[in-house]
């Protein structure tokens, strides 16, 4: 079956301010439906790249397609399509109705002013805020207001949407569900192109991870392409109990001659040590190994590695 045309295609899309080149020759493509996830270092280039892809901040060079349209030549006509959505306390006039606020917005957003009120209230619908329409804007919850900013980016129907950390700062029960919207609105059809430092977020939600350091994507795909760049195989995890400090440091002290381990790591929780062994090679029996100097550990369990893993050993290295 053919791939349906992206949505946004970015094309050695590089931005240098000053004499500093922040985004390099960084190139990929969202797909209607797609969830597609920049990761990096604080200063990487992400926030970068998403306002370049949002029409706010041109490129040096490089090209961005939009639905067809040279987004860098023909901007406005490229916004169209595209909604950048900001989140935060601020944004919305907080003494004036949800509704009043999103009519507003539609208007500023050019929507014609016959579709204005039956797009408030599909908005209003997609992000279930209907039965709060009539409230002030100031008395919306957090959730409820970063609710309200994706309705505000929804108002235009894009076809791409930008969320630059979307749960940046909110609980963790409103984060669910601002993830659960988002997966929904790719289900819909949207292409989705978002930013976090979460990384259990970005591997629950995005069908594609490009990570990116110091301005270039040194990676894309999923969790098993960063991990098998990173080089890392396998972890393994396993506890031992509080009072097996000097055995555990000669434990650990052993393992530094393993060609096949690339990373130690133990930390002391509150009934136990808790150690992790990220693997470069064939993982060996740690319970073994552990034997041979008169350790004993338990909960031995060796997995996948998970996405924060192989990002951390990927950034380490680079
Ligand atoms: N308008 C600007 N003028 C000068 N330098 C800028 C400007 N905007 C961004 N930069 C620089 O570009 C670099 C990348 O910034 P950017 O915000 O894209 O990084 P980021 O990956 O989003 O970082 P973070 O994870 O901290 O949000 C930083 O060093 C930043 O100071």
Not at 30 to 56: D, E
Not at 150 to 177: C, H, K, M, Y
Not at 276 to 295: E, F, H, N, Q, Y
């Amino acid at each position: 079956m053919n791939q349906p045309n992206p949505v946004l295609s970015a094309r050695q899309l590089t931005r240098r301010f000053r004499n500093t080149t922040t985004v390099n020759n960084v190139s990929f493509d969202i797909h209607p439906g797609q969830i597609v996830a920049l990761v990096g270092p604080n200063g990487a280039g992400k926030t970068t790249t998403v306002k370049m892809c949002s029409t706010l901040l041109a490129p040096t060079s490089g090209t961005i397609t939009v639905c067809g349209i040279d987004a860098t030549q023909r901007r406005r006509q490229a916004r169209q399509h595209i909604s950048i959505i900001l989140g935060g306390e601020t944004g919305f006039y907080q003494h004036a109705s949800v509704k009043d606020n999103l009519l507003f917005f539609a208007d500023v957003a050019g929507v014609p002013s016959r579709s204005r009120r039956s797009r408030v209230k599909d908005a209003l619908a997609q992000v279930r805020l209907t039965d709060r329409m009539f409230d002030p804007v100031g008395e919306l919850s957090r959730g409820m207001k970063q609710r309200l900013h994706i309705a505000r980016g929804l108002l235009s129907r894009p076809q791409v949407l930008l969320f630059d950390e979307p749960t940046n700062g909110l609980d963790p029960e409103i984060s669910v569900e601002i993830r659960a919207l988002i997966r929904e609105l790719a289900t819909d059809g949207a292409g989705v192109l978002l930013t976090s430092h979460l990384l259990t977020e970005v591997a629950e939600l995005s069908d594609t991870i490009h990570v990116l350091i110091d301005g270039r994507i040194i990676v894309t795909g999923g969790v098993a392409d960063i991990a098998e760049r990173a080089g890392i195989t396998a972890v393994t995890s396993f506890t031992t109990p509080l009072g097996t400090e000097p055995r555990l440091r000669e434990f650990l002290a052993t393992l530094t001659r393993y060609d096949s381990i690339a990373h130690v790591t133990c930390v002391r929780m509150a009934a136990h040590h808790a150690g992790l062994i990220s693997w470069c090679g064939a993982p060996t029996d740690v319970s073994a190994l552990a034997d041979a100097v008169g350790l004993t550990v338990t909960d031995v369990m060796t997995r996948k590695p998970n996405l924060e893993e192989s990002y951390l050993a990927l950034v380490g290295q680079s």
